[in-house]
């Protein structure tokens, strides 16, 4: 693999993950706010539906971004890395050393993120959406 195509998958190892739980979590929010306000109750959402569908393309989502940390990772893993900063002749070109540690740092946050998105959506389809107090 190329070094850009390497670079690519490590940025959206790093970004999708976050990305979909936060727009999945604030949708959740938005979801059970129309159903549960006297304005949405003429519209007749399926909150379990909506929030299935949501919950279930962000763990997608967050299961392509483990997938490209992943690949980057298996990619990069064995280079030599150094301890220096890079020598006179290739201040131009990209190290390994950043890459791998952005995707060692994507394989754990996406299993971090995996777990959250999984228990959210457990919550949330367990939940009464609309219950007076």
């Known amino acids: 693999m190329t070094w850009r195509r390497?670079?690519?998958l490590q940025w959206l190892g790093l970004l999708v993950?976050?990305?979909a739980f936060t727009l999945a979590h604030l949708s959740g929010i938005g979801?059970?706010?129309?159903?549960?306000?006297a304005a949405g109750t003429?519209?007749?959402?399926?909150h379990t539906a909506w929030e299935a569908t949501v919950l279930g393309i962000a763990l997608g989502c967050v299961v392509f971004a483990e997938i490209c940390a992943v690949l980057v990772f298996l990619h990069t893993r064995g280079f030599e890395f150094g301890?220096?900063?890079p020598e006179e002749g290739v201040r131009g070109e990209r190290r390994p050393t950043r890459i791998h540690f952005f995707s060692a740092a994507s394989v754990a946050a996406n299993a971090i993120f995996l777990m959250i998105v999984a228990l959210d959506a457990a919550g949330n389809l367990a939940n009464v959406a609309c219950r007076q107090s």
Do not use: H, K
């Open 42 to 46: 003429r519209w007749g959402l399926s």
């Open 83 to 85: 301890d220096g900063p």
């Open 6 to 8: 390497l670079s690519v």
């Open 31 to 37: 979801i059970t706010q129309a159903e549960c306000n």
């Open 17 to 19: 993950g976050a990305l």
